[in-house]
């Protein structure tokens, strides 16, 4: 293995607040990082980098953790070009929708299907994103979530079964029946390729009592649990969140003082996703209020064809700033440290010794211009694992 060395970096966010200045970001001015394979071996200030076998000079740009997208849907055909342009005329968003993607997928080959998947994460990395998660959940029988997660688990190892994603078409006159799929057969075919279980629980999803259910028989199995929550309605997705100790409760949209005092409290992570605000013109979760309440709180893109069709973290981020009350501090943050923690991962989403070496490297002096400079491509370099992919 050879040791490289990128120097002279303006800013470095290095998600360790025991080096640099000694805020949540640990930034270091004048930085330089090594990496050795995989690793990060060292960061530090750029003149007393050790020799290395190669030297990248940064020339006075920043350096960042590559994004770490906790929560996304990948695995689909079609899209919903009609839906969206109806919505943006007036409609309100209704969770419905994800019927004609099922319709789509169902009808689409492995070989579109993982073609797909391999095309938005390669767009998502040209955007710094090193890690992702996704999900099924556009199946909805046993043999196409089955599919889903096999094809999800050639592009990624972060996995979510999504079997209750909806209450499957074929079961509109059945919900029980459903249930009891998801936690049977679809369970047993499923287990295998996943790490994590979700459920939508949602008005027009699953209740509380069926997401309970669900998320236990998926635990049962040695699948740790995240959910859905509270995204369209107040409800009690959050608090079953706390409960069950699950990494991440999403959306977090609608919250009473009780679910952001159970957030505030305990170890699961609030994961925004305002790419769905921004796609469904729906109200803002209120980032400002969980912070404060002590809560986790990650950042990532949602990305799926019906509510929030972007694969783009910095685009995320700059919403989080001019919309949901966040500092470009926290957002930067809760976009890379914060993502790792929705995903219990300690060795991502921060730049320190042992880490693994994902960076991106920003045509900006640093962090603060994602948001600054909403839409403009300032990615200009990607290292996932020590290699450079972008």
Not at 149 to 175: K, N, Q
Not at 306 to 323: E, K
Not at 338 to 354: M, N, Q, S, V
């Amino acid at each position: 293995m050879t040791t490289t060395a990128v120097t002279h970096i303006a800013s470095l966010v290095t998600n360790d607040p025991s080096l640099g200045n000694g805020t949540p970001l640990g930034l270091i001015q004048d930085a330089a990082v090594v990496i050795d394979g995989d690793r990060i071996v060292w960061t530090g200030e750029s003149s007393k980098a050790p020799a290395t076998d190669n030297v990248l000079d940064a020339a006075g740009r920043a350096v960042i953790p590559g994004f770490v997208d906790s929560h996304s849907h990948l695995v689909f055909a079609g899209d919903r070009t009609q839906e969206f342009n109806a919505r943006m005329s007036g409609q309100p968003y209704r969770a419905g929708g994800i019927r004609t993607t099922v319709a789509a997928t169902r009808a689409a080959s492995d070989e579109e299907l993982s073609a797909n998947v391999a095309r938005y994460l390669a767009e998502a990395l040209r955007q710094g994103t090193t890690t992702f998660e996704t999900k099924s959940g556009y199946g909805l029988t046993v043999e196409d979530e089955a599919r889903a997660l096999r094809i999800a688990s050639r592009h990624t190892d972060e996995v979510t079964y999504l079997g209750a994603h909806i209450v499957s078409p074929d079961y509109a006159d059945d919900p029980a029946g459903y249930v009891d799929l998801v936690t049977g057969p679809m369970l047993e075919a499923c287990a295998p390729h996943a790490r994590w279980i979700d459920v939508f629980c949602e008005q027009g999803a699953f209740d509380g009592d069926q997401a309970r259910a669900i998320l236990t028989a998926g635990r049962a199995k040695g699948l740790h649990p995240r959910i859905h929550a509270n995204q369209l309605t107040y409800g009690p997705g959050v608090q079953l969140a706390v409960e069950l100790d699950a990494a991440s409760a999403d959306h977090c949209t609608h919250l009473t003082d009780a679910d952001v005092d159970a957030l505030g409290q305990g170890d699961t992570v609030a994961t925004l996703l305002p790419g769905a605000e921004f796609s469904t013109r729906a109200t803002w979760p209120d980032a400002r209020r969980l912070l404060d309440a002590g809560a986790t709180v990650a950042l990532s893109t949602d990305c799926n064809p019906g509510s929030s069709f972007t694969s783009s973290a910095p685009f995320c981020i700059a919403l989080a700033v001019r919309d949901m009350g966040m500092t470009p501090d926290e957002a930067i943050w809760s976009a890379t440290a914060g993502g790792a923690a929705a995903l219990r991962r300690t060795d991502i989403g921060r730049i320190t010794p042992g880490a693994r070496a994902d960076l991106v490297l920003l045509d900006a002096p640093s962090h603060v211009h994602l948001a600054y400079r909403p839409g403009v491509p300032l990615v200009s370099a990607v290292w996932r694992s020590g290699q450079r992919v972008a």
